[in-house]
């Protein structure tokens, strides 16, 4: 066969190459095939460079590493974003190395088309979200196509106003814990607590509650499951930042990535034997005799309740498994974030006094009269001035500063410009909540000198109003001015009259579109009820003049964010 082979090759190739053996030839068949794969990615890789022209280009570091290694995670890094934006003012391609690209956008109107993609065409990439499967499996956040829109659909009701409004009490109870642990360290003569720590063992202690009804006593004694969970957080950012641990093979080997399979199994096994317990309880509720009787006696109130007994349109459920993934994206998703969006909000309120003390004006208003300092879910719709001021912290210290994604279909953004299918599109927050073109005076305040300050002291509250005001006047002043590179911090921008005519996707901290956070409206009530009763108890005030910012999976502050503390008297009716 063979020798027929070459017999009729030495017809048709010439005689050098037909003179070859079978195995030659097999091997350069290989070789022309691969070659010609290599060929069509090239190809692929420079139309994509060609098309991604109508896209600015920030100065590469060079050919070979483009711009990999400039934006750090770091306190300069977000300056480094800020100047894009300014420079830029809606997007930029990015290179990372010589096969990622990146189009980094910071406008509303160009991460509105992206974000308000059909999720049919919208995917979470791995590149960004990959490290974070092993732990969260098949969940919401990492999920993508009819799987995800499946347990979207399942999910939602929990998360209904009827199932939330239970919650209030628990975030009431979890914060009169922290209060109290707060003041017996007062009274201990430590006054100046880091506010990461203290609040995000609080919000941990009350999504425990409010997912597995389980009280964790984790204020007072974390346990071995929130270790796990804080050692599983610090392991997938520093996974990140090490560009060898991308590497599957290579991470699974090394200390981290045996610590990372330890902490996953805990957690896991944790979350697996709750389920159980619960599927195993509400199976005994359902048989008939004591179905009547289940029913008045309880209530569905947590998580996994409404996870287990949800059903499709077809009346099929979430497998145990499917529950467990949701259950730890819960967990994952809902606590930290939570914890630095109040941490940055009394870390606000506290370089603002005058916010502060209006904030707490209103809520001695609110509770006024009555026996209780409980904030009751009614009572969270009449807090429009606090709720002014957490907006504004969202905005200036987004807990979630960026969100990537990636596109099964080129994707227009205005101007005409199109992103070519697959590209990563990384939606910067933190670049949108800080958008000059958006918001004027996004950090720098231009007053404080050749003001008529009788009483001695501008407070915040005169000073925004100046700012309004100054800003309009701008290409007026003519009074000499000390220009302070300082965040500008202002819930006036949130007053209604302020908003007029802003885009709907100037202010996302939550994201938006079908991929929003399930979880806003529940984090926003715990955000209220927290700084609340806070600002009832205590005032607050800031002990170093300059936080260093630390962008990691959340917003969080190097060295964490201290605030001092002093226990307030409330005032008598
Ligand atoms: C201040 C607090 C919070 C902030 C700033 C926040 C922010 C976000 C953002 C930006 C996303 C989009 C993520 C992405 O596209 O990659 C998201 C998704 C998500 N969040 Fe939140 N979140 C908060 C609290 C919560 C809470 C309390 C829960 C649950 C109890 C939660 C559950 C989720 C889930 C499950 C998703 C994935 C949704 C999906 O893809 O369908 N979040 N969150």
């Given at each position: 066969m063979?020798?027929?082979?070459e017999g009729?090759l030495s017809?048709?190739l010439?005689?050098s190459?037909?003179?070859?053996?079978?195995?030659?030839?097999c091997?350069?068949?290989?070789?022309?095939v691969l070659?010609?794969?290599?060929?069509r990615?090239l190809?692929?890789?420079?139309?994509?460079?060609?098309?991604?022209?109508?896209?600015?280009?920030?100065?590469?570091?060079n050919w070979?590493?483009?711009?990999?290694g400039?934006?750090?995670?770091?306190e300069?890094?977000?300056?480094?974003?800020d100047e894009?934006v300014?420079?830029?003012?809606?997007s930029?391609a990015?290179?990372?190395?010589?096969?990622?690209t990146?189009i980094?956008?910071?406008?509303?109107?160009?991460?509105?088309?992206?974000?308000l993609?059909?999720?049919?065409?919208t995917?979470?990439?791995e590149l960004?979200?990959?490290?974070l499967?092993?732990?969260?499996?098949?969940?919401?956040?990492?999920?993508n196509?009819?799987?995800?829109?499946?347990?979207?659909?399942?999910?939602?009701?929990a998360f209904?106003?009827?199932i939330?409004?239970n919650?209030?009490t628990?975030?009431?109870k979890?914060?009169?814990?922290?209060?109290?642990k707060?003041?017996r360290?007062?009274?201990?003569?430590?006054?100046?607590?880091?506010?990461?720590?203290?609040i995000?063992?609080?919000t941990?202690h009350s999504l425990?509650?409010?997912?597995f009804s389980y009280?964790?006593?984790?204020?007072?004694?974390?346990?071995?499951?929130i270790?796990?969970i804080?050692?599983?957080?610090?392991?997938?950012v520093q996974?990140?930042?090490?560009?060898?641990y991308?590497w599957?093979w290579l991470?699974w080997?090394t200390?981290?990535?045996r610590?990372f399979?330890?902490?996953?199994a805990m957690?896991?096994?944790?979350?697996?034997?709750?389920v159980?317990?619960?599927?195993?309880?509400?199976?005994q509720?359902?048989?008939?005799?004591q179905?009547?009787?289940?029913?008045?006696?309880?209530k569905?109130?947590d998580?996994?309740?409404?996870?287990?007994l949800?059903r499709d349109?077809d009346?099929?459920?979430l497998?145990?498994e499917?529950?467990?993934?949701?259950?730890?994206?819960?967990m994952?998703?809902g606590?930290d974030?939570?914890?630095?969006?109040i941490?940055?909000?009394?870390?606000?309120?506290a370089?603002?006094p005058?916010?502060?003390?209006?904030?707490?004006?209103?809520?001695d208003a609110l509770l006024?009269g009555?026996?209780?300092?409980e904030?009751?879910?009614?009572?969270?719709s009449?807090?429009?001035?606090?709720?002014?001021?957490?907006?504004?912290?969202l905005?200036?210290?987004?807990?979630?500063t960026?969100v990537?994604?990636?596109?099964?279909q080129d994707?227009?953004v205005?101007?005409g410009?199109?992103i070519?299918q697959?590209n990563?599109?990384?939606?910067?927050?933190?670049?949108?909540?800080?958008?000059?073109?958006i918001?004027?005076?996004?950090?720098?305040?231009?007053?404080?000198?050749m003001?008529?300050?009788?009483s001695?002291?501008?407070?915040?509250?005169?000073?925004?109003?100046?700012?309004?005001?100054l800003?309009?006047?701008?290409s007026?002043?003519?009074?000499p001015?000390?220009?302070?590179?300082a965040k500008?911090?202002?819930?006036?921008?949130f007053?209604p009259?302020?908003?007029k005519g802003?885009?709907?996707?100037?202010?996302?901290p939550?994201?938006?579109g079908p991929?929003n956070?399930?979880?806003?409206?529940?984090?926003?009530?715990?955000?209220?009820?927290?700084?609340?009763l806070?600002?009832?108890?205590?005032r607050v005030?800031?002990?170093?003049?300059?936080?260093r910012?630390l962008?990691e999976?959340?917003?969080?502050a190097?060295?964490?964010?201290w605030?001092r503390?002093?226990?307030?008297?409330?005032?008598k009716d």
């Amino acid at each position: 066969m063979g020798y027929k082979l070459e017999g009729l090759l030495s017809h048709v190739l010439p005689s050098s190459i037909a003179s070859w053996g079978v195995l030659q030839l097999c091997v350069l068949a290989v070789l022309l095939v691969l070659l010609l794969r290599v060929g069509r990615l090239l190809l692929k890789y420079s139309s994509n460079i060609r098309r991604l022209r109508c896209f600015a280009q920030p100065p590469k570091r060079n050919w070979l590493l483009g711009h990999l290694g400039i934006m750090r995670n770091t306190e300069e890094g977000l300056q480094s974003v800020d100047e894009l934006v300014k420079t830029y003012k809606h997007s930029c391609a990015w290179f990372l190395g010589p096969f990622y690209t990146l189009i980094r956008l910071f406008h509303p109107d160009y991460i509105k088309p992206l974000l308000l993609a059909s999720a049919s065409v919208t995917y979470k990439d791995e590149l960004f979200y990959g490290f974070l499967r092993p732990w969260l499996g098949q969940g919401l956040l990492l999920s993508n196509g009819e799987h995800w829109s499946r347990h979207r659909r399942l999910l939602t009701p929990a998360f209904h106003f009827d199932i939330l409004k239970n919650y209030v009490t628990i975030f009431n109870k979890s914060t009169d814990i922290m209060h109290e642990k707060w003041c017996r360290l007062v009274e201990e003569g430590q006054n100046c607590l880091d506010m990461f720590e203290q609040i995000s063992l609080m919000t941990l202690h009350s999504l425990l509650k409010c997912t597995f009804s389980y009280d964790s006593n984790c204020q007072e004694h974390p346990s071995e499951y929130i270790a796990a969970i804080y050692e599983l957080s610090t392991l997938v950012v520093q996974r990140e930042h090490r560009m060898l641990y991308h590497w599957d093979w290579l991470y699974w080997r090394t200390d981290e990535g045996r610590r990372f399979r330890r902490a996953c199994a805990m957690v896991h096994r944790f979350t697996a034997n709750i389920v159980q317990k619960r599927r195993a309880a509400l199976n005994q509720q359902q048989e008939p005799e004591q179905q009547s009787r289940s029913s008045k006696a309880k209530k569905v109130t947590d998580f996994i309740d409404v996870l287990l007994l949800s059903r499709d349109e077809d009346g099929n459920g979430l497998t145990d498994e499917e529950i467990k993934a949701e259950a730890d994206t819960f967990m994952f998703e809902g606590h930290d974030t939570t914890a630095s969006g109040i941490s940055w909000i009394l870390y606000n309120l506290a370089l603002h006094p005058d916010h502060q003390d209006r904030c707490r004006a209103e809520v001695d208003a609110l509770l006024q009269g009555r026996d209780s300092e409980e904030i009751e879910w009614n009572d969270l719709s009449n807090l429009p001035y606090t709720t002014m001021c957490i907006k504004e912290s969202l905005r200036l210290h987004p807990p979630v500063t960026a969100v990537t994604r990636r596109f099964a279909q080129d994707m227009t953004v205005p101007g005409g410009r199109v992103i070519p299918q697959g590209n990563i599109c990384l939606v910067s927050i933190y670049g949108t909540h800080h958008n000059p073109d958006i918001w004027p005076n996004p950090e720098v305040c231009a007053v404080f000198v050749m003001l008529p300050v009788e009483s001695g002291r501008t407070s915040s509250l005169q000073l925004s109003a100046l700012i309004w005001s100054l800003w309009k006047l701008e290409s007026q002043l003519t009074a000499p001015c000390l220009y302070l590179s300082a965040k500008v911090y202002d819930p006036m921008r949130f007053d209604p009259e302020n908003s007029k005519g802003r885009s709907s996707h100037a202010f996302v901290p939550f994201s938006a579109g079908p991929r929003n956070c399930i979880g806003q409206n529940f984090a926003m009530a715990e955000m209220k009820v927290v700084v609340a009763l806070t600002l009832l108890r205590f005032r607050v005030t800031p002990r170093d003049s300059e936080v260093r910012r630390l962008p990691e999976l959340i917003l969080r502050a190097e060295r964490g964010l201290w605030l001092r503390l002093e226990p307030r008297i409330p005032p008598k009716d």
